[in-house]
């Protein structure tokens, strides 16, 4: 269940880039199925002090290692900077863990 929210820098557009290839580029350079693997992107109309083209933030079950956390990181960061051709500099991914039970799907708490 890796999930990421991408806001998008003011200079970028959507209509110019291969959005629909950004999960499947994660996936494969995580490594794993992106069968469960959902991304949102936002377009920002602004960004004040240090800025960044493309922020995004994983959500991640605590299941995963701390190794398997830092490769879905860099995938993730990799895939966004390839589909709207941007330097690696440029993009930021932070993670936030979640732990068993603080998920409700289907109108269920999901536990790990």
Do not use: N
């Not at 949102?40 to 290692?65: I, V």
């Not at 956390?69 to 895939?79: C, H, K, P």
């Amino acid at each position: 269940m890796p999930i990421a929210h991408c806001i998008l820098g003011p200079d970028i557009k959507l209509d110019t880039s291969p959005v629909s290839l950004i999960v499947e580029r994660w996936a494969d350079y995580a490594g794993i199925s992106g069968e469960h693997m959902t991304l949102t992107l936002t377009q920002s109309d602004a960004q004040f002090g240090l800025c960044y083209r493309l922020m995004a933030t994983l959500y991640l079950p605590s299941l995963w290692s701390s190794e398997d956390v830092g490769i879905l990181q860099l995938a993730l960061a990799r895939s966004l900077a390839d589909c709207f051709d941007c330097s690696p500099a440029s993009v930021h991914v932070i993670t936030t863990i979640i732990q068993s039970g603080f998920v409700v799907e289907d109108g269920e708490i999901v536990k790990w």
